[in-house]
């Protein structure tokens, strides 16, 4: 059950239009108010402030994909070659609908440079969150090391959802897939990280 008011519901699912279409910095909350057809009061009700909507929009985004990934990753009809690879598809699948503009979450913090601000927690969860996923699915995998590999592999990600924004290359992820699964194809030769002391 939602802790949002219906009016609330309203808010979250314009905002999180707008915000992402056009980003944050352009949209007001006016804009937001006008598109809803919720007041403004009742906007400050719900949320507080601008910098409480765009946190609870970047919560509701966090809530909606992980139940995605998870329900995409669960269902394999048959026990896929790598669950590593399979989460790459899933994240292929999001690069190729139309109107894709990167990651929302990378989105957000290139325009919130306070680190105090209330959605770069959000940010910080999902992301940690989304290491996590690769770190087992890598174990999963059977590769060696697995925290090294989630958080290489989140870096193949970031990389090309950072190639959208810069260039608006939306088959970034395809090239990150090849990378990932050229890696993957190597892992018995690659040489495990050197923990950093003893890399100084």
């Known amino acids: 059950m939602s802790k949002w008011s219906m009016s609330g519901e309203r808010i979250l699912e314009v905002a999180a239009a707008l915000f992402y279409a056009e ?4 949209i007001g909350v006016d804009r937001v108010v006008e598109e809803s057809g ?3 009061p009742t906007l400050y009700a719900q949320f507080g402030s601008k910098a409480g909507l765009i946190a609870a929009v970047l919560d509701r985004r966090r809530e909606q994909r992980q139940q995605a990934i998870g329900a995409y990753l669960a269902d394999a009809v048959d026990p896929p070659a790598s669950q590593v690879l399979r989460l790459f598809d899933w994240f292929a699948i999001g690069h190729a609908k139309p109107g894709f503009r990167g990651c929302p979450f990378t989105n957000a913090a290139a ?3 306070d680190p105090e601000h209330p959605a770069r927690q959000v940010i910080a969860e999902y992301k940690a969150w989304l290491r996590t996923v ?3 699915l890598a ?4 590769l060696p090391d697995p925290p090294w590999w989630g958080s290489t592999l989140a870096l193949l990600i970031d990389g090309a959802n950072a190639r959208v924004v810069t260039t608006g290359d ?7 897939r ?3 699964a050229a890696l993957i194809a190597a892992a018995p030769a690659l040489p495990l ?8």
């Open 178 to 180: 090849r990378t990932a």
């Open 23 to 26: 980003g944050i910095g352009a």
């Open 139 to 142: 174990e999963e995998d059977g």
């Open 134 to 136: 690769l770190t087992d």
């Open 170 to 176: 939306t088959t970034a992820i395809q090239d990150a």
């Open 193 to 200: 990280p050197v923990p950093a002391e003893e890399n100084r």
């Open 111 to 113: 325009e919130l440079p």
């Open 38 to 40: 919720v007041s403004k």
